[in-house]
């Protein structure tokens, strides 16, 4: 009698696509060009400011980010009285304040606000400041509208924390470099990265916030400045985009 065939473990994905060795370099040289000298991690004094903060941040400039964020906490020194005011209300504030997506947006908030106030003693995320790194991502992940970028956002930006999320502009430069395959998503990517990078905040952040900028100022979705690029002579994409 054969025996039934045992399931096969999916491979880890560094395993599925090995990091190149040049990938420190690429990595040295993008810290070089674009955060020299970073900041000393911080932990945020209360990080569902942050996590509203990143909510309003999707699809929206940093300029709109910042003044939603502060007409937010004009309109509601508490978050209890967004949660009193309703989504209706952070709408309204949302909309005054400029930007897209305000009634999305507010939905988030209130539904996140109305979370936190059934299943913890307060409006805080306090306490994600002592949890270790898998509790705190399984607790942000476990609120409406938070899906694992916005929780990275969270644990780099807010709790100093090794995570490494994965924007738009941080998806192309993966793909052009042939970091990753051209088919795997952004969620894929950002797994793929927490695999192959040190499990050190300072290098995640760095890398992070380098290669935004160079995807800003240098490898652009359109007319990328190849010419210009510190690591074009490691991207297999310059000889076809830099021409």
């Given at each position: ?61 940093a ?10 906490k ?7 009285g ?13 909309k ?81 470099l ?24 300072a ?17 652009r ?23």
């Amino acid at each position: 009698m054969t025996a039934p065939p045992v399931p096969s473990k999916k491979l880890p994905l560094s395993r599925q696509q090995p990091p190149p060795e040049h990938l420190p370099e690429i990595a040295r040289r993008l810290a070089e060009e674009y955060l020299p000298d970073p900041p000393q991690p911080r932990r945020a004094p209360e990080p569902l400011d942050g996590l509203i903060q990143t909510i309003l941040s999707q699809q929206n400039t940093a300029p709109i980010t910042r003044r939603q964020f502060q007409g937010l906490k004009t309109a509601y020194p508490r978050w209890e009285g967004a949660l009193a005011d309703g989504p209706d209300g952070i709408e309204a504030v949302l909309k005054a304040a400029g930007g897209g997506l305000s009634r999305i947006k507010a939905s988030y908030i209130y539904s996140l606000l109305a979370e936190l106030d059934e299943t913890r003693p307060s409006l805080s995320l306090r306490e994600t400041r002592d949890l270790d790194d898998r509790t705190a991502r399984e607790l942000l992940e476990s609120l409406p509208g938070v899906g694992m970028k916005t929780a990275s956002c969270v644990l780099l930006f807010d709790l100093a924390r090794p995570a490494m999320p994965v924007d738009t502009h941080i998806h192309r430069i993966a793909r052009r470099l042939e970091l990753v395959p051209e088919a795997w998503n952004a969620v894929k990517v950002e797994r793929w990265f927490d695999e192959v990078l040190p499990r050190d905040w300072a290098a995640r952040y760095t890398f992070h916030v380098a290669s935004i900028r160079h995807g800003r100022q240098t490898c652009r979705a359109r007319n990328p400045a190849c010419g210009a690029c510190v690591v074009r002579d490691l991207c297999p994409s310059a000889a076809i985009l830099g021409r």
